[in-house]
């Protein structure tokens, strides 16, 4: 569900977004080679740049695929629900400091405001395992982690 570019969520405030346990993908609906930034547009947590050398981001990129990051929102706090953790996944491509480091490779893609977020919240299944079985899919598809995914994830 979803599907909203990153410019229209920042704009609502992620309203739209549930307040639910649940998964959620960043997609980039175009297959135009990816343009990227020197520096990224993310905001500095702990005193760590999350900019990379953009041939660190060539080389991490998945050619053919729309997904470009798969996370989880796995409560139980409200913080932890899907609106909280999409909003504060956006609020740190905004440049503010935000504890969200994984997805950051994202904030260093000249469209980034164009990219959609869609969720799957899921209220009878574990958002971790749901997450892994998406992590998997795509791994079995393109041999490799989804472009922002930096670490496989489990489902514990």
Do not use: M
């Not at 920042?10 to 307040?19: A, E, H, I, K, N």
């Not at 547009?41 to 740049?49: C, E, I, L, M």
């Not at 504890?99 to 969720?119: E, K, N, P, S, T």
Request: glycine share 8%.
């Amino acid at each position: 569900r979803g599907f909203h570019s990153v410019s229209r969520l920042q704009g609502t405030r992620c309203l739209d977004v549930p307040v639910k346990r649940g998964a959620y993908v960043v997609v980039r609906d175009t297959e135009l080679p990816p343009e990227f930034l020197a520096r990224s547009v993310g905001g500095w947590f702990r005193q760590q740049d999350p900019s990379v050398a953009v041939e660190v981001l060539k080389e991490k990129w998945v050619y053919g695929a729309r997904v470009l990051y798969i996370g989880r929102a796995r409560g139980p706090g409200v913080r932890a629900l899907l609106q909280q953790r999409v909003k504060r996944y956006l609020r740190f491509g905004q440049g503010k400091v935000v504890a969200h480091w994984g997805g950051r490779f994202i904030w260093q893609l000249r469209d980034h405001v164009a990219l959609q977020v869609a969720w799957l919240p899921t209220p009878d299944k574990d958002p971790a395992i749901v997450e892994a079985e998406l992590l998997h899919g795509f791994s079995l598809r393109y041999e490799r982690l989804p472009f922002a995914n930096l670490r496989q994830e489990s489902a514990e």
